[in-house]
């Protein structure tokens, strides 16, 4: 439908089992489709800061205080760092995460997002 709607490029983006189903048939569907599909996932930067490369660590907690911040309940997390919290995985939360750090994340990847986006709707005719 978005094809035969006239669409050129998708973004394709949610949590992680839809945006991986998209992207394992990524190359499939653009040939079939005649479409380019894009998402959000990964990172420019050498710190990994980005969307999607980690689970409830520095990344996601940073962007959801930077956006949600009253769903962020540090307090739940064991005080003692030497502890690792369940469910956690890459740059402790404890350590790591912050409102601006999450500013920053999404700084990056508005930044990334308009240059891929720019740079496939050149190639698009």
Partial sequence: QISR???KVL???G?????????DRREEWEEKYGLKIL???GHRDKE??????????MNETSLVMALRPELVKMEYLPAD???WP????????RLWASSEKGKEILAIQKERMVNL??????GVR
């Fill in 11 to 13: 973004v394709a983006h």
């Fill in 86 to 93: 369940v469910g956690i995985g890459g740059k402790d939360p």
């Fill in 39 to 41: 998402n959000c996932w």
């Fill in 117 to 122: 986006i720019a740079e496939t709707l050149a």
């Fill in 5 to 7: 709607s006239g669409f």
């Fill in 81 to 83: 760092t030497s502890k």
């Fill in 48 to 57: 990994g800061m980005g969307i999607m490369v980690d689970h409830a660590a």
């Fill in 15 to 23: 949590h992680g089992p839809s945006t991986g189903f998209v992207i």
